[in-house]
């Protein structure tokens, strides 16, 4: 197996992109992250994405991309995993050149979520979950969400207003990114007056529904010095699942997939929870956040909350997360926000993050969560010296 690295990255803005087509989007995305990589073709193209057949009514999207980009011929897959899907996309890139079946290969993620109503975008963001035991007993993302918070408070104590610190950190590093949907800090009143969506997941609990798309670039880390000046390795790809319904999960607090695919990642990398300098950790939900953070591996069971209220997942603080807003402030178009993640990572590895730079990053980790927790992504990257 050769080692892998990342050459190229690139992304657009994330908002509510009306007037551009799911095409243009790709199109744009994976533009800048060829630029960036300084070549014109690949061996294969691998699209992370969930939601596209149903609202914008295309599927078939590898064809439609290379097709788009003058690369007919390319090997080209749609990758779906619900809101895994980017590192889904990253993860089929990766075995590609890990396993010499290819040298050059394009991962891109993109999602139009705004060509439909709140109502039926709801609707489909839930065929994530368990559609014949959870979706037909009306159950939505957010409801499930707000279970899963609402529990977390009995079992260990927590108040609503101890998981501000999520959304208000989110928020404080998306001021400075140029491609986050939101560039507003909120306070601590902010969060508690915010109106409730389903009790007690408030509206700055939880992610906006957006469009946008992210891609990057592959090679085979032997010669990635030779393709760019500050390529960055993936030191690990794993990945964990556990049942797709919350009610059959042992325990619903736990993100065992989350666990298996860290650990997982961090016995790959040869590295501890300690060695991480920042997580782009998958904040869809506040709660999310915290489960993440303990499954990961960085606080004990229950205390996830704790390293958001001592202010430890701040910039300067012991793990950085969401270093460019997250996905609650920089947005979360399912499909691309794995490969969104990767980018700004990749970004904080170059020393290219600028007002959210972390210091003295070599290691990072990204974690892509699909669904409720059914199947998680983690990725660990480095900056490769010369």
């Not at 007993?137 to 918070?149: E, H, P, R, T």
């Not at 939900?285 to 591996?297: C, P, R, V």
Request: proline share 4%; glycine share 10%; hydrophobic share 45%.
């Amino acid at each position: 197996m050769r080692d892998v690295a990342i050459i190229g990255v690139g992304q657009t803005p994330v908002g509510e992109h009306w007037t551009t087509s799911i095409r243009h989007l790709a199109f744009e995305a994976a533009s800048h992250a060829l630029r960036d990589a300084n070549i014109d073709k690949v061996d294969a193209v691998y699209v992370g994405n969930m939601l596209s057949g149903e609202i914008t009514g295309q599927s078939h999207l590898g064809a439609l991309v290379v097709d788009f980009m003058a690369l007919n011929g390319v090997e080209a897959l749609r990758i779906e995993s619900a809101c895994a899907s980017g590192a889904a996309a990253l993860r089929v890139g990766y075995l590609a050149i890990a396993s010499e079946l290819a040298d050059l290969v394009l991962v891109l993620g993109v999602e139009k979520m705004t060509d439909t109503s709140g109502r039926q975008t709801t609707a489909m963001l839930a065929m994530a979950a368990d559609a014949e035991y959870e979706v037909s007993q009306g159950i939505s993302f957010v409801a499930l969400n707000a279970l899963l918070m609402r529990r977390y408070m009995h079992e260990y104590g927590w108040q609503r207003q101890d998981f501000a610190n999520f959304a208000i950190n989110a928020h404080a590093n998306g001021m400075h990114n140029p491609n986050a949907m939101f560039h507003m800090k909120i306070s601590p009143e902010a969060y508690a007056q915010a109106a409730m969506i389903a009790e007690p997941v408030g509206l700055l609990d939880a992610s906006p529904v957006c469009d946008g798309a992210a891609a990057v670039v592959l090679a085979p880390a032997r010669y990635a010095h030779i393709l760019s000046p500050a390529p960055v390795k993936i030191r690990a790809s794993a990945v964990g699942t556990m049942p797709l319904a919350v009610h059959d999960r042992k325990d619903p607090l736990t993100l065992e997939s989350a666990r298996l695919s860290a650990q997982r990642a961090y016995k790959q990398a040869d590295v501890q929870p300690g060695d991480i300098d920042f997580f782009e950790m998958h904040d869809a939900f506040s709660i999310m956040a915290a489960l993440s953070l303990e499954a990961s591996g960085f606080a004990d069971k229950g205390q996830g909350v704790r390293l958001a209220l001592d202010g430890d997942i701040m910039l300067q603080g012991r793990l950085p997360t969401g270093t460019m807003g997250g996905l609650k402030a920089r947005g979360h178009p399912v499909g691309a926000t794995g490969i969104y993640q990767i980018v700004e990572s990749v970004l904080q590895l170059r020393g290219l993050a600028g007002p959210n730079q972390v210091g003295n990053a070599h290691l990072g980790m990204a974690q892509n969560i699909g669904g409720s927790g059914a199947t998680v992504i983690t990725h660990i990257l480095e900056a490769m010296d010369e």
